[in-house]
């Protein structure tokens, strides 16, 4: 039976994610084959011409779920209503620069974007920052949305990429399909200081390291690919990833808003009492549960090891630095 359609804004749809993402969302993968889709296209003044062929391809889809797409650059109009915000629009890295050198250049984004979302988007909207660093956006914009009411929680950080990109790791090391690989979370970081925790892990239902038997493979080779994969990709490309971190999108939302009891990977605001000694309001990345529609809870009794507790104390470091580094927009 169809339901009632979701609206979802998504920024920056003009470009590379936003591409290879719009149109997955209007066919129904990011929400289910019964939900009608409103998209809310927020551009640059100068990519709305850009936007408006992106608008014309989708129309020429004739996807049956999409009930209206608006383009647009202005801010409110963009998320009024929205269920969902996807926050994309945002400069990519280049080559040898590290995700944290964007602040300075993509901090400010989130500012004004979160006071919009808190002023007109839907009650119980659920935000998604996928520009980098998307940890520290999503800081900035949930700040500058709980200035104005909403509460943090509502606000995700995307590490689902960097999940997948270990899952499929260690499925190759270990010869198994990647669907045999679960439990994977990313802690920290979506950075070069991730912790991608393989060994609470599972493949086939047996814990990681059993099935791998290869701790220093584990401890060196897999978590530096995992950790130096974005670069490798824009590398390789000259652009960064796109097709893969739009699945990433889709996978996040979807874990989000249709809860199956899996552990998902996703930052946010690290509440009060945690469970992991993580400092309130970083937005950090922990293994994650959805327990209904929208609401997550932190997957608890998660014991580390030493070098684990390193790893994790690295990230948190670094992403302490960020925060640092954009105080003034904090304040
Ligand atoms: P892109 O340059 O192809 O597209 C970005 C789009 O955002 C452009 O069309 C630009 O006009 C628009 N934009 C810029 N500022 C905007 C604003 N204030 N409001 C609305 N739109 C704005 O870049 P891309 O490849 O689509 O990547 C977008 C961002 O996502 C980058 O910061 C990239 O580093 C990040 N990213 C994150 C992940 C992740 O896993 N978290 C993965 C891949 C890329
Ligand atoms: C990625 O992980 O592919 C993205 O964050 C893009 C980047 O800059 O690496």
Known sequence: M?????????????????????????SGEAFGPDTPVRLRLLELPAALPALDGVRMELDDC?????????????????FRGADWALLVGAVPRREGMERKDLLSINGGIFTGQGEA?????ADGCRVLVVGNPCNTNALIGSTAAARHGMP????????????SRARSQLAAKADVPVSDVRDLAIWGNHSSTQFPDAWHATIGGRPAPEVIGDDA??????IASVQQRGAAIIKARGQSSAAS???AVIDTVRNVAQPSGDIFSAAIPAPPSGGYDVPEGLVFGFPLRAIAPG???IEQGVAHGEFARGRIRATTDELLEERAAVAELLA
Request: aromatic content about 10%; hydrophobic content about 50%.
């Open 152 to 163: 943090a929680d509502r606000w995700f950080a995307m590490t689902m990429l960097d999940e």
């Open 62 to 78: 004739a996807f049956p779920l999409l009930d209206s797409v608006i383009g647009t650059s202005d801010t409110d109009e963009a």
């Open 217 to 222: 493979w584990l401890e060196g080779d897999f």
């Open 295 to 297: 609401v997550v809870e």
């Open 117 to 121: 979302i808190a002023r007109n988007a």
């Open 245 to 247: 971190a739009a699945n």
């Open 2 to 26: 169809p339901t009632s359609p979701v609206t979802v804004a998504v920024t920056g749809a003009a470009g590379q994610i936003g591409y290879a993402l719009l149109f997955r969302i209007a």
